[in-house]
């Protein structure tokens, strides 16, 4: 069963941004890092961010450090990454998951939510 639901995607120019949202059950949000994954086409799929269950800490991929922000509201069962300063190469379905900490900021479940389409094109 799914218990993941991403929104927030849409279609901006380079240089834009957008915010997601991820709003996850509570059993899966509750004491679990949280993170961010994308997936481009013909691309396998990639942690682009996640963070702890207490907020701190924190890591993000190369490609994304400065320019996109992870941050959770835990009373709101909600994870969020803002993204600035958006690069074609953004491209992708973004998905969220719990993480694992102790491997590599995993994803923990094999089940994933429908994603939410981000373009970046002018």
């Known amino acids: 069963q799914v218990q993941l639901v991403e929104s927030g995607g849409g279609l901006v120019q380079p240089g834009g941004s957008l915010r997601l949202s991820c709003v996850a059950s509570?059993?899966?949000?509750?004491?679990?890092?949280m993170g961010w994954y994308r997936q481009a086409p013909g691309k396998q799929r990639e942690l682009v961010a996640a963070i702890s269950s207490g907020g701190i800490p924190s890591t993000y991929a190369d490609s994304v450090k400065g320019r996109f922000t992870i941050s959770r509201d835990n009373a709101k069962y909600t994870v969020y990454l803002q993204m600035n300063s958006l690069k074609p190469e953004d491209t992708a379905v973004y998905y969220c998951n719990a993480a694992n900490p102790s491997l590599g900021w995993s994803p923990i479940r094999n089940d994933w939510g429908q994603g939410t389409q981000v373009t970046v094109s002018s």
């Open positions: 509570a059993s899966m949000f509750s004491f679990n890092a």
